[in-house]
């Protein structure tokens, strides 16, 4: 079974640029995370989906954020403008559904604002 | 503000010795996560502990959990080079499903 898959791997951009993360989930989970990982920290929520629906997306920085899951399945984080601070790395996770508290993490995106 | 706070930070060790990581958190919560992270990988699940008194072992490692003194421990015995990674532990966020609040990790070197 295939894990979760997140592209692009490393994203170099300068400030001021949009960007886009691309998610898809194990096959048949409901429930997908977006995370940022600063470098040194534990990641953080961002968002929260059920199926196509934004759940919790109280940590999300809406000025220059957004997500979106529009058929319940892939999901695509942007930032536009991108900051100096947005460097990190954006980890995708999915579960089965919301009562499952197992979560399987994608292997991230880099991201380095210049 | 749900705090995870994690002791030590940074911990080097020799091969062989014993070792035990620390993590308190300031929410009641009945489930407590440890996740291992490698240099520019992403998190694999150790270990989800499930009730007051929870102890889980997987070969070298091993995890228990306090939820009344809200403690959580991952024992390291006889400790390889292969341990050397960066340990997470990890709570649910109240009303936010099982999404997670990670402390910020123990970096862990094992030296020969």
């Known amino acids: 079974e295939a894990g979760v898959v997140q592209s692009p791997r490393y994203k170099i951009i300068e400030k001021k640029q949009p960007v886009a993360f691309w998610c898809n989930p194990i096959s048949g989970h409901n429930t997908l995370y977006w995370y940022l990982q600063n470098l040194g920290q534990g990641p953080e929520l961002l968002i929260r989906y059920e199926n196509e629906e934004a759940v919790d997306d109280s940590q999300l920085p809406k000025d220059r954020f957004s997500a979106e899951r529009l058929k319940g399945v892939d999901s695509t984080l942007k930032i536009q403008p991108a900051e100096l601070g947005d460097s990190a790395v954006y980890l995708c996770a999915s579960s089965p559904d919301r009562d499952s508290y197992e979560q399987y993490f994608g292997p991230g995106t880099r991201l380095t604002v210049t | 503000e749900l705090k995870v706070e994690q002791n030590p930070l940074f911990l080097s060790m020799q091969e062989g010795k014993n070792y035990t990581i620390y993590c308190n958190y300031s929410t009641t919560s009945d489930r407590l996560y440890w996740y291992r992270q490698d240099p520019g990988k992403s998190l694999e699940s150790l270990f989800v502990?499930?009730?007051?008194?929870a102890v889980k072992q997987e070969g070298r490692l091993m995890a228990s959990l306090d939820t009344k003194a809200r403690l959580n421990t991952l024992h390291i015995t006889a400790a390889v080079h292969d341990l050397s990674a960066t340990y997470f532990c990890a709570v649910d966020i109240p009303n936010s499903g099982y999404a997670l609040n990670f402390g910020k990790g123990t970096s862990l070197l094992v030296t020969p």
């Open positions: 502990l499930l009730s007051n008194g």
